[in-house]
């Protein structure tokens, strides 16, 4: 689905106006998320963003695909040493100040940057494009509505497939070609540096609670000690909660939820623990609204957790696994702001996604949670976009 | 698998050869590739290796599971700012010249270093390490061994479930859910700077042929403009060549194989390419001696393509979408070195593993073509490592 020619001039205007308030003459953007973002092609481009006047993307490879994709004007790169020259010939400056995306470019490709640029002052314009990609338009709601429409009927083909003695690697193995056929794009785009990520954490019982690198309150154990996350090859067992934590991604539009299956009962405190999750996150779904910050939302629902239940030692995490959030934004990328964090400073506003995310880790046991992907709109709380049941899931 | 002891420390001393030679006196290291090679383990670590001593593994997420699974000892890392604290504990000094690895380090992260170590000079400590890792132990050989059987399993369940009327992706997920059944690690780690990758490509008919953003021959159409490599969501149809170009990866270790199947026979020319693409690839295989120049290697091949064939303009990808290389390293990441490619200078040395790939590629009809992985040993000629029949595979 090509991005329309209205939706790329809105993206535009936005991230002109964020260029002129910090005083940055002219942008020059690489990373695949915010490329895709601001032309509308994901081949291998780099894009240059003046301060006014149109874009200049440039196309590495593949040239005729990224022209057939992208809405505006594609010129042929042959060499990053030629990007001055389009600028000129585009009858732009060669900007005094210009932003890079400092927070994901390698310094040894930004000492080719200042090569080709010598008189050019480099600052970090990752702030502009992360605080601009948080705030979805119309257009972007309508993709992640897709996305979270798929990812439902995945959970749906969960119900069928699921059955005893299977294992977890199985399970996800199921899930992930179930997701494909029905249009899921591969790869889950991450802006943060080595970050890795393969389907989600579909993990059940104590495998569930054991912790690993990656920043999250469950990622599952992994198949071995060089891939120590996600699902692992151990047997789903009865009576286990079974954490189906999934990326969905269609037309790169990124839908995050986790649902919690099982094959037989869970305990009586499981379901209990389930049941405080559902009001943990109607709780931090009231609480996205616009105006506030991401920081003492963050507070609010640590707060809660302690005076109203029994479990704050096993929420988003236990001991010193603990992760400092109960939210994160989704969109093009996995790790979009705003994030409901320790010391967030962003304001909430409306179109921003966050995927909300309460789970109580119990060692040894397992994990009940739920997340699902909502839009920020007014006072009344966010909107869910995920479209899944959020009951338990009993299969006898 | 825990990475030994033995294995380690062979590895550790290797690499304060090297550093002593370049004159770096401590390299401080976190892409995880080369992390998990030094350390052991794939958590969150950082690894400091002074250019004699022991190394210093800083765990920051997951530590307790660092701990268990690096043969060294491990610290727990409080934040960066503690890394100087530990170099010092150990009795090491903090060094005049530190290497860092420039090739992937975000900027902002190098900056980060600097303060830390204000009075260090920095330098890029990649060709060191990217240098040894091409050349695999007798250990990691092994490793790459049980992926290459785990492939050729994958490929006997590709003939199984492989039927007319299947989507590209439809088999993709089968396929990749098979390898993950039986121990692959999901995640296919690559060095390069925003570099994606899901599975391989499982393309067919004239979306074989289609280029994109990939730095490959054969890349596949992808299933939208957001996700433009690797399968798409087209039916395969009887009589056209289906190309499974998978990555397996076991243990971290990864190998990379393309074979050509379908369903009803295929053309006679198409049948005729096939046989050039073996009689290439055992070219290349041959040509791949201890104490040759990649390059060289590159052009001798290019050359015997010329003379020897009538498909020249095909090879290797079609008109300004070729690719300059008709082999890569694969080991922990699918990028390493070296490369068989235009102007390449690494020299061959036993122990160098490559995944070698003779593809032709015919716009609007397919792609024929083949690809192992194989290891330097000899005058001889390299070794392959993959196991699987490299016959076509028609389906009736």
């Excluded at 790169?77 to 995306?101: D, R, T, V």
């Excluded at 789970?359 to 009344?380: L, M, R, Y």
Aim: charged letters at 25%; hydrophobic letters at 40%.
């Amino acid at each position: 689905m090509k991005v329309p020619m209205i939706e790329l001039e809105g993206r535009l205007l936005i991230f002109q106006d964020l260029l002129q308030k910090s005083r940055i003459e002219g942008a020059l953007l690489v990373q695949r998320a915010d490329t895709l973002y601001y032309s509308g092609t994901a081949q291998n481009v780099h894009v240059y963003i003046p301060a006014s006047g149109k874009p200049i993307v440039m196309a590495y490879r593949d040239f005729l695909r990224a022209k057939s994709e992208s809405s505006w004007e594609v010129v042929q790169l042959q060499g990053m040493s030629k990007i001055p020259k389009y600028i000129k010939e585009a009858g732009l400056p060669i900007p005094e100040i210009m932003g890079l995306e400092l927070d994901v470019l390698p310094v040894n490709q930004f000492e080719r940057y200042r090569k080709i640029f010598p008189d050019v002052k480099f600052v970090d314009v990752s702030p502009e494009v992360r605080l601009q990609r948080a705030v979805k338009s119309k257009w972007e709601l309508a993709r992640l509505e897709e996305s979270a429409q798929i990812h439902t009927l995945v959970l749906e083909f969960a119900k069928e497939v699921l059955h005893e003695g299977m294992t977890e690697v199985e399970l996800e193995g199921l899930l992930a070609g179930k997701a494909r056929s029905l249009g899921h794009g591969g790869h889950v785009r991450m802006r943060g540096f080595d970050s890795e990520f393969h389907v989600g954490a579909i993990t059940s019982g104590a495998r569930a609670a054991v912790s690993s690198c990656f920043d999250g309150a469950v990622t599952g154990q992994g198949v071995s000690i060089a891939h120590p996350t996600g699902a692992s090859m151990a047997q789903i067992k009865l009576g286990e909660p079974i954490v189906v934590d999934m990326v969905t991604v269609v037309h790169g539009y990124q839908v995050d939820q986790t649902r919690i299956l099982s094959l037989g009962s869970l305990s009586k405190e499981l379901r209990e623990v389930y049941e405080v999750a559902k009001q943990v996150e109607e709780k931090i779904r009231r609480a996205l609204v616009p105006g506030r910050v991401a920081g003492e939302v963050y507070e609010e629902i640590l707060t809660w957790v302690r005076e109203n239940t029994p479990y704050e030692e096993n929420f988003m995490g236990y001991g010193s696994s603990r992760v400092r959030f109960v939210g994160h934004g989704v969109g093009l990328d996995l790790d979009e702001l705003p994030t409901i964090s320790k010391g967030a400073k962003e304001v909430l506003k409306p179109g921003m996604v966050v995927a909300i995310e309460p789970k109580f880790v119990f060692p040894g046991f397992g994990v009940v949670g739920i997340e699902d992907t909502v839009v920020i709109v007014d006072e009344e709380g966010a909107k869910y976009i995920s479209s899944s049941s959020r009951e338990l899931s009993i299969q006898s």
